[in-house]
T-cell receptor, first 115, second 111 residues
Framework: GAVVSQHPSWVICKSGTSVKIECRSL??????MFWYRQFPKQSLMLMAT?????????EQGVEKDKFLINHASLTLSTLTVTSAHPEDSSFYIC???????????FGPGTRLTVL | DAKTTQPTSMDCAEGRAANLPCNHS???????VYWYRQIHSQGPQYIIH???NNETNEMASLIITEDRKSSTLILPHATLRDTAVYYC????????????FGKGTLLTVNP
C-alpha cells in the first residue's frame, strides 16, 4: 500500500500558539486527503476532506478558521491548528486516497499536547 | 453509509485463528466492506476489502455472507503483534468517500 508520513510525530505547545502538521504521500499521488482526530479512548473522527488544489470540506462542528488545511500538491497536505488551546490536545491523523483507489492509507499520526 | 455492529472485544490465543464478526444488515448493493486495524498510538492500517466475493491477501481473509448482511475477518495465525482495534466499515468506495469509524473490536492476542 501507499506510504504516508506525518511530521512532527509529536508536539507540545503553549496555549495560544499555532501548530502546523504536515502529511506527505511518499509514493502515491493523493488527489484526496482526509484529516482525522482521535481523543483518548475514542474512535477516529473525520475533521475535513481536501482535494488537491481546492478548498477543504469540513465536517459539521469543525471550525474551518481554526483548523486551516492546505493541499497544494498531490503529495503534501498541511493542517494548521491556530490559537491552540488545551482542548485541542489530541491525536491527529491524515489519510490519502487517489482516483480509482478503493482504500485510504493512513499516516502514523501526530500527538498534539497544548499546555 | 450502512451502519456496522461489532463485538466490543475478543480474545485469541497466539497461533490460533482469530475470527472477527461484523454485522451490516443495511448494506446496499454498491457498498464495499472494508477492514482496518489500529494498533495502540498508531494510525489505522488497511487490511482488506470486498464487495460480494470472499477475499484473501497476505494479511487476512474476508468472508462475506451470500446476503451480504454480515462478514468475518479471519487472521489465520494470530500473533501478539495482531493485538489491535479492528474496524469494519461499509461505504461505496472511491477517493471521495469518507470512512466512518465506529468503536471497533479490541482483539487481544494472548501468549
Amino acid at each position: 500500500g501507499a506510504v504516508v508520513s506525518q511530521h512532527p510525530s509529536w508536539v507540545i505547545c503553549k496555549s495560544g500558539t499555532s501548530v502546523k502538521i504536515e502529511c506527505r504521500s511518499l509514493d502515491f499521488q493523493a488527489t484526496t486527503m482526509f484529516w482525522y482526530r482521535q481523543f483518548p479512548k475514542q474512535s477516529l473522527m473525520l475533521m475535513a476532506t481536501s482535494n488537491e488544489g481546492s478548498k477543504a470540506t469540513y465536517e459539521q462542528g469543525v471550525e474551518k478558521d481554526k483548523f486551516l488545511i492546505n493541499h497544494a500538491s498531490l503529495t503534501l497536505s498541511t493542517l494548521t491548528v491556530t490559537s491552540a488551546h488545551p482542548e485541542d490536545s489530541s491525536f491527529y491523523i491524515c489519510s490519502t486516497a487517489g482516483q480509482g483507489v478503493h482504500t485510504q492509507y493512513f499516516g502514523p499520526g501526530t500527538r498534539l499536547t497544548v499546555l | 453509509d450502512a451502519k456496522t455492529t461489532q463485538p466490543t472485544s475478543m480474545d485469541c490465543a497466539e497461533g490460533r485463528a482469530a475470527n472477527l464478526p461484523c454485522n451490516h444488515s443495511t448494506i446496499s448493493g454498491n457498498e464495499y466492506v472494508y477492514w482496518y486495524r489500529q494498533i495502540h498510538s498508531q494510525g489505522p492500517q488497511y487490511i482488506i476489502h470486498g464487495l460480494k466475493n470472499n477475499e484473501t491477501n497476505e494479511m487476512a481473509s474476508l468472508i462475506i455472507t451470500e446476503d451480504r448482511k454480515s462478514s468475518t475477518l479471519i487472521l489465520p495465525h494470530a500473533t501478539l503483534r495482531d493485538t489491535a482495534v479492528y474496524y469494519c466499515i461499509v461505504n461505496s468506495g472511491g477517493s471521495n468517500y469518507k470512512l466512518t469509524f465506529g468503536k471497533g473490536t479490541l482483539l487481544t492476542v494472548n501468549p
